[in-house]
């Protein structure tokens, strides 16, 4: 790792990454090993499949600059105003102001920005290092804290490593046949750990500076191996990247950019494979405390399931795509269009209404961290499984058939096609043919082509499949409360009745109590 950025055992780094620009100059000459479509990338900043991933990343720094109050905030570990995605939630505020943040970004970029996942991890790890102190009088908080204050003043992007290839989903880790499905301690030495292990489909990793690598699931005492968190650089010894295939992903390294959609920005996933990857002591922040890995994977997900109001600023963008479309095809006025607009901008504001909810009613932790309500979070990422595929099906209807036929580039710019295509492709008549061909191309990409993969499918399956959230749903939704409630009104005697609102006192005042009161 280029070493003006920040190095493994350094103070504070003296140049930090101030644009984006900065940003991707700072990925240059790093000693990833990168595998693409079976070929070792020589440089990824220059890949032209990779290099729209990066583009994206780079806008959450020029934000930053554009729009301080929005996308930076003022940071309690080392003073001034630090990068909100390095930044850890101290009031519901700040929780909401992350889902502003996330909204825009899915406004600039039309796809996933990916640095979610590390913002979420950050603020997961200080409150579960702060309990684990206290429960274990280790000092695994200070040793975290003391890595933010680095990450945060070198400015650097974190990326989340959580979910594991997990082999037989049958079987916890420590029963798998082969142990390395599951990150896990191979070795210990007096200066740290060596892990070896996968993490699948991980997104924005070769764009990240560092990793922080955490259990994927509930623990138990034999798992306790498994039982590890710590950071990573990104280009550690001994990690191999294998970069995932998107729909469509091979249109970026042709000549022209019409084809690609979006041919600016793009997510990105990859495998990463650790084969006996160091971690010093001073960076592992869970080695072996199996009980709190379910509390580590929890937290996380209820910051990580209310960011997918990310989705909402990819859906403005669609929204206004479809709405073009419609505009350009003459049809913008029928009654039919307007009603599928409505319902897909009532969809999209369902998804943001429940995950602002969430942050606007978080909780302190004991650690000063915010964690947003567990249940609405859940509620927003279930809609997330659901509304983007109803939202595309609306687009791909009002875009038409053509979206799916359409020649290709090169047919438009080919000197005997090429006036055809303009003489029957048109489609108003003061709208240029070539318009209308870019944003039926958008709507591709957003509903089948590369950007697809973070719209559509990652809101299926990130942060947890629709079945986890179902899970988490029905452990909060207090049916027997409920039960005493109705009983109450249909004036129904019920011994359980005070027991129970009793229990749950806490918990109606805490949802009814004045916003950023624990």
Known sequence: MDNDVVAADSAPVCKPIGSGAEYIESLRRRRLKVYLMGELVEEPVDHPIIRP??????????????????????????????????????????????????????????????????????????????????????DYHARFSEFLGRMQRA?????????DVKGDRGRPPSQQADPDLFLHVVRRTHEGVYVSGAKAHQTGCINSHWLLVMPTM??????????????????????????????????????????????????????IVFEDVFIPNELIFLDGEFEFAS????????????SYVCKTGVGDVLIGAAATIADYNGV????????????????NETIYGTGVAASH??????????LPDEMLANVCKHHVTRFPYEIGRLAQ????????????????????????????????PDVPTEDRIRILRLVENMTLGRNAVGYLTESMHGAGSPQAQRIQIGRSMQ????????????????????????????????????????
């Open 218 to 271: 509930r623990l138990e005492a034999a798992d306790s191996e498994y039982a590890i968190a710590g950071a990573i650089p990104v280009d550690a010894e001994g990690i191999t990247y294998i970069y995932g295939r998107q729909s469509c992903d091979s249109r970026s390294a042709e000549q022209g950019e019409i084809d690609a959609g979006n041919a600016q920005f793009s997510g990105q996933e990859a495998m």
């Open 479 to 518: 049916v027997e409360f409920k039960k005493e409630l109705a009983k109450t009104l249909a004036g129904i005697e019920s011994a359980k009745q005070q027991a129970i609102v009793d229990d749950l006192s806490t918990y109606m005042a805490r949802v009814f109590a004045p916003v950023g009161k624990p």
């Open 155 to 163: 400015n650097v992007v974190i990326g989340g490593a959580m979910t």
């Open 53 to 138: 991933s990066i583009n994206a990343v780079a806008k959450t720094y020029d934000l930053a600059n554009e729009d301080p109050e929005l996308a930076s905030a003022a940071s309690s570990i080392v003073g001034g105003r630090v990068n909100r995605f390095l930044h850890i939630s101290a009031s519901p505020g700040d929780l909401v102001m992350q889902n502003k943040m996330q909204r825009r970004l899915g406004q600039l970029t039309g796809t996933c920005f990916q640095r979610c996942v590390g913002m979420d991890a950050l603020n997961a790890l200080h409150s579960v290092t702060f309990d684990l102190d206290a429960k274990h009088g280790s």
């Open 361 to 370: 009613q978080g909780i302190a932790m004991k650690s000063g961290a915010y």
């Open 332 to 347: 913008e006025r029928a009654s039919h269009v307007r009603d599928k607009l409505v319902e897909m901008t009532h969809l």
């Open 397 to 428: 209807d009002l875009a038409g058939g053509l979206m799916v036929t359409l020649p290709s580039e090169r047919e438009l710019r080919h000197q005997t096609i090429g006036p055809m295509i303009e003489k029957y492709l048109k489609g108003r």
């Open 295 to 306: 509390t580590l994977v929890e937290r996380f997900t209820c910051y990580h399931r209310r």
